[in-house]
């Protein structure tokens, strides 16, 4: 019983492997519609949502909007937000840093070393001068 399943699934296999004609021409499948109408559609659909806002904006007494003038202010939106994700990576990058770097110098016995004493090391600053048990006393 089970090898007669398995010829027949191995036969319809087969048998759509090796037929001439691919599956959309056995169905005289066609898109509903081409891809030279969906992208006139996408520029229709901007071009309504334009001229609405623009709409609006009259009637609140603002200057319209044009299509150039809304790609600067994207543009410019999408440069600040890769500036700041840049920015908080770099924050976030000195945060692990100083992580490590504290739990190397916990488990030597040396103090830890703060935020602004590390940033100032990665600047090539001299950090400021601590003030606790650990510092040398002066020499005079």
Do not use: C
């Not at 499948?29 to 334009?50: A, C, G």
């Not at 904006?57 to 202010?73: D, F, I, Q, V, Y």
């Not at 440069?79 to 990058?93: C, F, P, Q, V, Y």
């Amino acid at each position: 019983m089970l090898g007669i399943v398995g010829g027949m699934l191995v036969g319809l296999l087969l048998l759509g492997l090796f037929h001439p004609r691919t599956g959309a021409q056995t169905l005289d499948w066609k898109p509903t519609r081409s891809v030279e109408t969906e992208i006139q559609n996408e520029i229709d659909d901007l071009d309504q949502m334009l001229e609405a806002a623009n709409a609006r904006r009259r009637r609140r007494g603002e200057p319209e909007l044009t299509e150039e003038g809304l790609r600067a202010s994207v543009g410019a939106d999408l440069a600040e937000t890769i500036k700041r994700r840049e920015d908080h990576l770099a924050e976030l990058e000195v945060v692990q840093m100083l992580d490590a770097k504290n739990a190397r110098r916990r488990a030597k016995g040396l103090p830890e070393v703060s935020v602004e004493e590390y940033r100032a090391r990665i600047a090539g600053e001299r950090p400021p001068a601590r003030r606790d048990h650990t510092d040398p006393p002066a020499q005079a």
